[in-house]
């Protein structure tokens, strides 16, 4: 049993405007941070239309390519942008979250990480957003329940912003509890507490900014892990943003890198507990390159240990 790495080359391809902060360097420093583990490294495959259109439907997966511009690059929102190569990347990265949940329940793999960019978790049911253009953990929750056959699953994002697009895309299915914990105010605005989805099966933590880990970690084991162990899940899907860190240039938490090791380890305690140690990470954000590439190492080391 091992940890798979799941990548494609297909993600230096989706490029950013001069001085975006999702630039092709972060799977750089990502990739580069991992070289040295032993992994069981997996081409990420493109993600099946079907996979996709449980969590976004085909006009506007049809938008997406209308919009995909043969050369420069195209603006769909303040911040979120569309190069020749987007949607090679974005497909891998659905693509890689999806198959890492079939290594998973399969058993070749005890648990996994995806690093693919752009990330996810801000895309919404029609909306691409926040860098994000397709939600992958997302479509990786729905097939792990409705191609596999799951009864629960729970998703733990860790990401500094609010998962508002994973949220969209779960909230009105039972079967999914979505946790978020995330600094407010921040963008996307949205993750009050007071916000727990028409199942109540989405917890919201806010945090305020200049808190550190320990404050992160007593959220989680106060409000975020109890509910996990209450829903009884049979796969444990992260949202891995690592945009927290203290030297994150988007957001004022202030996590050391040695924080991101704690967190991951207690989800892999109630892995463990729950679900057969059944762990699916996906890259979120994580903007300062440096961090960037230490936090996944710390991240990743955690699942490599306990996926032994
Ligand atoms: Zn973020």
Known sequence: MTTALLTHPDGFDHATPPGHPEQVARLDAVLGALEAFDLMRIKA?????????????????????????????????????????????????????IRAVDLVLSGEATNAFCATRPPGHHAERETAMG????????AAAKHALDHHG???VAIVDFDVHHGNGTQDLVEDDPRILFCSTHEMPLYPGTGDPSDTGPHDTVVNVALRAGGGGAGLLAALEEKVFPRVVAHGPELILVSAGFDAHR?????????????????TARICDLAEDLCARRVVSALEGGYDLEALGACVAAHVRILEERGR
């Not at 099946?48 to 050369?71: F, K, T």
């Not at 202030?254 to 704690?262: C, I, N, P, S, V």
């Open 150 to 152: 799951l009864s629960r």
């Open 247 to 263: 030297a994150d240039p988007l957001a004022g938490l202030m996590l050391e890198t040695g924080d991101f090791a704690k967190v």
């Open 45 to 97: 495959p493109l993600a099946a239309e079907a996979d996709l259109l449980r969590v976004h439907p085909g006009s506007y997966l049809d938008a997406l390519r209308r919009d995909l511009p043969e050369q420069g690059v195209h603006q769909l929102d303040a911040d979120t942008w569309l190069s020749p190569g987007s949607l090679g990347a974005a497909w891998r990265g659905a693509g890689a979250a």
């Open 131 to 138: 860098f994000c253009l397709l939600g992958n953990v997302a």
